[in-house]
């Protein structure tokens, strides 16, 4: 398989081996000589001299341990870019390259707590309002409140779990389906716990939230999301269309959860978040967001401290925030669907991004999102003393 990958000539990459002369300022150069030997410091953080190399190689080894058709994986230390790199193939023939655009799916759901969170820093929501203010028409509205929502603990049930849902969807998977028609799926069932009381997934809870999200602001949600979260942090490669679209160049992806494997690519992702935060974008934009939102831009201190505050114990590991799994203090969102497959982390404490891009290969396994296992590689040997698992 053919790698692609993005070289800028940096004093990061100039200390690996070359000279410094004329790169690197006295403080740089301070910061550098500070770190025990064999790692270097790009900023305030030493890391691996190795990161860039290693990032590579578990790129190009994770195609055929997990079967998969490409990968790509990013490495951000304090806001200086290690490595951005891509192995395998979009399609038959057609390498794989780091600026291509891809579904980023639950990547996105930070962007709505954090939207929501804006929402209580201006005054004009609270995190214990109950939903009834908005949704009245809701089975248990006077209960659940929007932190419960942004924390899935409202206790609603999955859609994504209704076999009637699934059976339609693997029957025509380029179906547009409407807020009102997934949400129904879940609230005419029994609640799976009493609201406030657990973690509970469902998708429900971010098409419930970017619905109420849309009526405070009095705008359609993507232009509530385009305006106060992609322009505001850059976010200049990722898009929120109404359609099955997504930018050129594009990462093909291929899928057998219908048994024969198939190019999935143009699937709508319609069923998958709340209209407007459907959301197509590239490995720099997934890097530079989980930066900007790990460091809480957008926040006062104070909403960024909840938001990043476990809620919820998912396992005996890792717990959930407002929107993020915490784990051993990384932040995480991990979506994988219709054969695409992402993960996002941040380590606060370090300063450290990570982002990496699967998409399934013939023979892999549909339940198993390996572009994770391929970020816990990456993380655990940048940042080894804060270790994560697949837990």
């Known amino acids: 398989m053919r790698t692609h990958k993005t070289v800028t000539l940096t004093c990061l990459q100039l200390l690996l ?4 002369a004329g790169c690197v300022d006295s403080e740089a150069a301070s910061a550098a000589k500070a770190c025990p030997s064999g790692q270097i410091s790009p900023g305030g953080t030493c890391i ?82 109950k939903i009834s203010r908005w949704r009245p028409d809701l089975p248990h509205a006077d209960e659940i409140t929007l932190k419960m929502l942004a924390s899935t603990t409202s206790g609603y049930s999955d859609y994504v779990r209704d076999r009637e849902f699934l059976a339609e969807l693997y029957k025509n998977p380029f179906r547009q389906w409407t807020a009102e028609e997934l949400v129904k799926i879940s609230v005419s069932k029994p609640l799976e716990k009493t609201p406030g009381t657990g973690f509970v997934y469902s998708h429900a809870n971010w098409v ?16 509530v999301m385009r305006n106060d979260i992609l322009k505001p942090l850059g976010l200049t490669q990722t898009d929120n269309p109404s359609t099955a679209e997504i930018t050129a160049p594009v990462l093909h992806a291929f899928d057998n959860e219908r048994g024969v494997f198939e190019d999935s690519t143009y699937w709508n992702p319609s069923w998958t978040l709340a209209p407007g935060a459907v959301m197509t974008g590239t490995l720099e934009d997934m890097g530079k ?73 013939i023979g892999s396994n549909t339940a198993k999102n390996f572009s994770t296992e391929l970020l816990i590689s990456v993380a655990n040997h940048v940042a080894p003393d804060t270790p994560l698992s697949g837990g």
Do not use: C
């Open 17 to 20: 081996g070359a000279s410094l």
């Open 48 to 129: 691996p001299a190795d990161t860039a190399d290693f990032t590579e190689k578990q790129v190009e080894e994770s195609l055929k341990k997990y079967k998969l058709s490409a990968a790509m994986a990013g490495v951000w230390v304090d806001g200086k870019r290690i490595s951005n790199v891509a192995s395998g193939e979009s399609m038959t023939g057609v390498p794989v390259s780091t600026d291509m655009h891809f579904r980023m799916g639950s990547v996105a759901i930070p962007y709505l707590t954090t939207e929501i969170l804006m929402l209580v820093d201006e005054g004009k929501v609270k995190l214990d309002d």
């Open 208 to 223: 419930i939230l970017g619905d109420i999200i849309s009526k405070v602001e009095k705008k359609p949600l993507s232009e």
């Open 289 to 361: 967001s989980v930066m900007a939102l790990g460091e809480g831009k957008l926040l006062t201190p104070e909403s960024h401290k909840v938001q990043i505050t476990p809620v919820s114990k998912l396992s005996p590991t890792a717990s959930y925030a407002l929107g993020l799994a915490v784990q051993n203090t990384w932040l995480l969102q991990n979506p994988s669907f219709a054969g695409y497959q992402g993960t996002v982390a941040y380590l606060p404490s370090k300063k450290i991004a990570i982002a990496t891009v699967a998409t399934q290969g």
